[in-house]
């Protein structure tokens, strides 16, 4: 079955440390988004990337890193500089940004505390 | 810049009730409109989209008409069923301007009751 995965569904870290979030989509989608949401929020844009070896910064980039090596692969560091890292991560792909009429597809996401 | 706006939550319906989510948008260019549903832990789902005016997504008994008229795209369903329980998120595609923009609502917590 074509999807996203996003490994783990929970992962918990020391304040401090660098945590890495794994992103694969096997549907062969040029695009990949990483977004955050928070209780009671909408989605927030941290990254997005329409091709390999090149991304874009979204909304609220601070604080986090990204690659794309490959184009089924979107990693998301969070990074000790993220001031409130605790959060719900979710990674998104889609056909391309050509057309605005692109739906996007969802990971299960990964629920991040950081104490 | 754009936006999207929706109602604010919860929403809690019995089983077999009308169901009605507003969402209004704001937009520079020509959108698209999209409605996702997220059940609890899980990420999100297309549930319908709308790419032109007067466009009518539907999708599972859920319906919404995009109307340009007075930028909206209410979701509606004329009998919601407890495991329509979940939440509603509205969106906009644009790339009009020649950046990219997706933007997503805060979301609206339905709860239907048995």
């Known amino acids: 079955d074509g999807g996203i995965t996003q490994s783990p569904k929970y992962l918990f870290r020391k304040e401090g440390q660098n945590v890495t979030l794994s992103c694969e989509q096997n549907l062969n989608h040029d695009a990949m988004y990483w977004y955050r949401q928070d209780p009671g929020q909408g989605l927030r844009l941290i990254y997005y990337s329409q091709i390999v070896n090149d991304f874009q910064k979204g909304d609220i980039a601070e604080g986090y890193s990204v690659s794309r090596e490959k184009k089924e692969s979107f990693p998301l560091t969070v990074t000790s500089a993220q001031k409130n890292p605790t959060a719900f991560y979710l990674c998104a792909s889609s056909i391309g940004l050509r057309q605005a009429a692109y739906e996007q597809y969802f990971g299960p996401g990964t629920r991040l505390t950081v104490t | 810049g754009d936006s999207v706006t929706q109602m604010e939550g919860p929403v809690t319906l019995s089983e077999e009730a009308f169901l009605t989510i507003n969402c209004t948008y704001t937009?520079?260019?020509?959108?698209?409109l999209f409605w996702y549903v997220q059940y609890p832990g899980e990420g999100l789902q297309l549930l319908l989209k709308a790419t032109k005016a007067d466009d009518k997504g539907s999708n599972k008994g859920f319906e919404a008409t995009y109307r340009k008229e007075t930028t909206s795209f209410h979701l509606e369903k004329g009998s919601v069923q407890v495991s329509d329980s979940a939440v509603y998120f509205c969106?906009?595609?644009?790339?009009?301007?020649?950046?990219?923009?997706?933007?997503f609502g805060t979301g609206t917590r339905l709860k239907v009751l048995a």
């Open positions: 969106a906009l595609s644009d790339i009009t301007s020649g950046t990219y923009k997706y933007i």
């Open positions: 937009a520079t260019g020509y959108p698209s």
